[in-house]
């Protein structure tokens, strides 16, 4: 991933591109792992009404296919104000009004940020960890962060290109109990198989 100041950057671009051609742009995980997430919340029986947070919204895509499937109290954030004003575009274009944006920083959230029942994550844990930047202490921020803003037994669903599922049952261990992992696409290096996303549900304790 590109470091921090470049994300405005990349983010500009697409905004540029999304007046240029209408288009929204990259989506950072692609179509499949956004029917995933659904996918699951559908199978829980998630009650439609229920709050859910996208960490790190980026262009709001995966908000635009919860509102399509009838989900109502969404909220997208993003610390990139580019990456906010084009989610709202986005959203404008596909004409959905039932989305929250706000430009925020998920280490150090504002007050109003909590009570979510699900907190869903397509690549932000991965930006974090790669601050070069004190990681470490970032990662911990982050699931400190959570905490306050998932309500207990809330949901948390987390896309990762970078850690396996060791790693982020680690990683979440303080104050998360796994649910089950999410199948993901599986590939084949070296006559080794392995997996380039690993998808997690997580409840808090």
């Known amino acids: 991933f590109p470091p921090d100041s470049s ?23 692609g179509e499949e792992s956004m029917v995933r997430i659904i996918r699951w919340l559908e199978k829980q029986k998630v009650p439609l009404d229920s709050s859910v947070l996208d960490i790190g919204t980026g262009n709001g895509v995966l ?5 399509k499937s ?18 709202e575009k986005v959203r404008e274009k596909e004409g959905v009004s039932n989305i929250k944006l706000k430009v925020e920083d998920f280490l150090a959230p504002s007050a109003e940020l909590s009570g979510f029942e699900i907190c869903i994550d397509k690549g932000t844990f991965d930006a974090i960890s790669l601050n070069p930047d004190n990681a470490e202490g970032k990662r911990k921020q982050y699931v400190r962060s959570l905490c306050s803003v998932l309500k207990p037994e809330g949901f948390f669903l987390i896309t990762s290109c970078n850690w396996t599922k060791e790693e982020l049952l680690n990683e979440f261990r303080g104050g998360f109990e796994i649910l089950e992992e999410l199948p993901t ?11 380039s996303v690993t998808a997690l549900v997580f409840q808090r304790k």
Do not use: H
């Open 70 to 87: 009838g989900y109502m109290n969404l909220t997208g954030i993003d610390y990139s104000p580019s990456a906010i004003q084009l989610s």
């Open 185 to 195: 696409p599986k590939f084949c290096f070296g006559g080794r198989i392995g997996n």
């Open 7 to 29: 994300w405005d950057a990349a983010y500009e671009r697409e905004l540029q591109s999304f007046q240029d051609i209408g288009d929204a742009g990259e989506v950072w995980f």
């Open 63 to 67: 908000l635009i296919e919860l509102a």
